[in-house]
């Protein structure tokens, strides 16, 4: 009878791969051990810890000092707002920035004193600058809708510097609808109409002299060169009352002088024709790029910066 020795087999060890593993991990591990060390976490983490020589400073100096780094005498106003002022005589070198410089050379007496205001925390953020001459004038820095700042004219409500264009009816002006009439399609490629309440007085757009005048199609008419290669033409004025017009060819001109009047109706209209550098310009586009604030946003901010 044969004798089962089955119970005393040996069971056949199956090598067993467990030991693998632990290696791929450490590999693993290793390689996101070296991204996040080449991330930057490491001295993120090390940043955030309150370890000696990691404390935030600001490297911005104090008001007083930056305003005395520029020889200025530093004012605090309202513990938010604060005030360097300079007398300023011959020398402009040490104002900080060109627009002071510019502010400065429109000195009229041998000295004058202008005021740079800006927020405590930003020397360099003006927010308005106010010269003090013969007269005072104020120009605020004002952000524009695309976030970019313009330097306005506080009186005038004009971009500065620049040109400033007023209205050559005055309070006279009439809105103009969309549909004016205009006689042809020449004119209308080459004028602006303003309609206005009649025998209103009409002035030019800005300072200049008197280039020609006389009667054409239109009724009488005046070009006058204001320089900076603008040039303008108003065309159908009436000059029942020539004795209170008093100009000839080089005559000077300014935003006062009577070039004539609209004709005696209920409502009337001129003709105006601007031209920069030779090209016809709109009369509303003109009077928009030194114009760029409206009233309402000038009077807003003065109120904000307490003015």
Not at 10 to 27: E, Q, V
């Amino acid at each position: 009878m044969p004798v089962e020795f089955s119970e005393y087999r040996c069971k056949r060890k199956y090598k067993s791969g467990s030991h693998k593993f632990p290696l791929l991990r450490l590999i693993l591990l290793g390689l996101a051990l070296l991204i996040v060390y080449h991330l930057g976490f490491f001295s993120m983490v090390v940043d955030m810890l309150p370890l000696p020589g990691t404390e935030v400073t600001s490297d911005k100096p104090s008001w007083k000092v930056a305003c005395e780094k520029y020889s200025g005498t530093a004012f605090e106003l309202d513990g938010r707002l604060g005030q360097c002022s300079w007398f300023v005589r011959d020398s402009m070198g040490t104002l900080p920035n060109s627009f002071l410089r510019y502010v400065a050379s429109l000195r009229k007496g041998p000295v004058s004193t202008i005021h740079w205001v800006a927020p405590v925390e930003d020397f360099s953020k003006a927010v308005f600058v106010l010269h003090e001459d013969s007269v005072s004038s104020v120009y605020l820095h004002i952000p524009m809708a695309d976030s970019s700042m313009v330097w306005i004219d506080a009186s005038s409500g004009c971009r500065f510097p620049g040109l400033c264009p007023e209205q050559p009816l005055g309070w006279s002006s009439l809105s103009i609808s969309e549909d004016f009439d205009f006689s042809g399609q020449e004119a209308l490629l080459a004028m602006d109409k303003l309609r206005g309440v009649g025998e209103a007085p009409v002035r030019p757009i800005l300072a200049g002299k008197v280039l020609s005048e006389g009667k054409d199609s239109l009724g009488y008419y005046v070009e006058i060169d204001h320089g900076y290669n603008v040039v303008s033409r108003m065309s159908g004025l009436f000059r029942y009352d020539k004795d209170s017009v008093s100009f000839t060819l080089g005559s000077k001109v300014d935003l006062h002088t009577l070039v004539g009047r609209i004709a005696p109706k209920d409502s009337s209209a001129i003709y105006l024709t601007i031209r920069r550098n030779g090209h016809f310009v709109r009369w509303n586009e003109f009077f928009a790029e030194s114009h760029p604030i409206d009233s309402v946003k000038i009077s807003k901010f003065k109120e904000q910066i307490g003015l």
